[in-house]
């Protein structure tokens, strides 16, 4: 992904929880090697709210062309986790991220990125659906338009129908693209949001819980867009429901008490969890 106007070098990668590699310059893109499937790499990401601590040496990679879900207990630092990846914390009074947030080896606190131009690259959905006060083609063209992407009326209109394809929502409103928004159902506006995120061709989608406000069906048919979207996209979700990390994600990582305790293909965090915090918490026994 190119964030800035000039591209820098890439940096290889080292494993999880090690100290980062010296600057050692690698095309990540042509790499063929075991970690030409990361897309973002985390490390030591520490997070505070004024003097309040909330995030601890975080280290996370997170794969491309994948689900990757964050779960554990309210108020652990999940959410806090999810907006260093697109510096949503810069816009909170008070909030200072340290360590390094890799994507595509590019690190997004470099001064040289373009905060906007980065939240066009990495998409954010929320638990409360929030289309804009615009009409659903409005919602969805307003992000091709401000970036400049379509060069003509057409073109955007091109953008908006696959977008909203892609969202699974074409079929529902293609007859009424000019009205409210706001005037489909919860589910149909969450789709409509992911249909916005989708028209600027992100690289990643961040979704914070976003089912948390949907009824069953609206959210089994959030869970098979992700699984659909994720052929294309890195996707990073935030679930309070086990059930579904098993369900949508590939890898899944615990977080307890602003510390990330373990991490791993999804199949292994629920099956053989190493860590006994992981275990208690998938079992029930708190959060
Ligand atoms: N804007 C904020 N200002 C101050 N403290 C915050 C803010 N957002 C989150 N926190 C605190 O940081 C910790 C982690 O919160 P959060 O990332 O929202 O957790 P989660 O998403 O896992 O529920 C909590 O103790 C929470 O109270
Ligand atoms: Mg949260």
């Known amino acids: 992904m190119n964030l800035r106007h000039t591209p820098q070098p890439a940096r290889a ?17 042509r790499s063929t090697g075991p970690d030409a499937a990361l897309k973002i790499r985390a490390r030591d990401v520490n997070v505070f709210y004024g003097e309040k601590q909330a995030l601890f040496d975080v280290a996370l990679d997170v ?14 630092g999940k959410s806090t ?3 260093c990846i697109n510096r949503m914390n810069d816009t909170i009074p008070g909030a200072t991220v340290r360590g390094r947030i890799e994507i595509d080896g590019e690190d997004v606190n470099d001064k040289g990125i373009d905060p906007v ?9 929320f638990q409360k659906p929030n289309p804009f006060p615009k009409t659903i083609f409005e919602n969805v063209a307003y992000g091709p338009r401000i970036h400049g992407i379509a060069s003509s009326k057409s073109e955007l209109e091109g953008i908006v129908e696959t977008s ?18 706001t005037g489909l159902s919860g ?88 860590d006994s915090r992981t275990q208690d918490y998938i079992t029930g026994r708190f959060g």
């Open 187 to 274: 589910g149909q506006q969450q789709r409509l949001v992911i249909a916005r995120a989708i028209a600027v061709s992100p690289e990643v989608i961040l979704m914070d819980e976003p089912c948390s406000a949907l009824d069953p069906i609206a959210t089994a048919k959030i869970e098979e867009l992700m699984d659909d979207l994720r052929s294309q996209y890195c996707i990073v979700i935030v679930t309070h429901s086990m059930a579904q990390a098993a369900r949508v994600s590939q890898k899944t990582a615990f977080f307890h008490l602003g510390k990330l305790v373990e991490a791993g293909p999804t199949g292994d965090i629920f099956t053989n969890p190493r």
């Open 117 to 125: 131009v980065l939240r066009a690259r990495v998409g954010m959905v």
């Open 81 to 83: 986790f999810l907006r």
């Open 13 to 29: 990668r080292d494993d999880e929880g090690h100290a980062p590699a010296p600057h050692i310059a690698v095309d990540r893109a």
């Open 63 to 76: 794969p491309e062309k994948a689900v990757t879900a964050l779960i554990g207990p309210s108020g652990c």
């Open 164 to 181: 909203l394809k892609r969202a699974g929502l074409w079929n529902e409103v293609a007859d009424r693209l000019h009205q409210p928004g």
